[in-house]
């Protein structure tokens, strides 16, 4: 199974997320600011939260080559 993301929004900014890999799943929540930012920009703003938690994941737990 390729590495991929879901997300389900919650309120006030929380983003419930869960991230799925072969071997398993990790599941959170991310929260952005909402005050004077477009649904757009809350939304990709969480997006960007959870690849950058997901690149971390994975840098942190890949085999030296």
């Not at 799925?20 to 005050?35: S, W, Y």
């Amino acid at each position: 199974m390729p590495q991929h993301y879901v997300v389900r929004r919650s309120r006030l900014g929380r983003f419930n997320f869960t991230l799925l890999a072969n071997h398993g799943r990790i599941t959170g929540v991310v929260t952005v600011p909402t005050e004077n930012r477009s649904k757009a920009e809350v939304e990709q703003a969480a997006h960007d939260k959870i690849r950058a938690l997901a690149a971390e994941l994975a840098a942190a737990t890949s085999a030296p080559t």
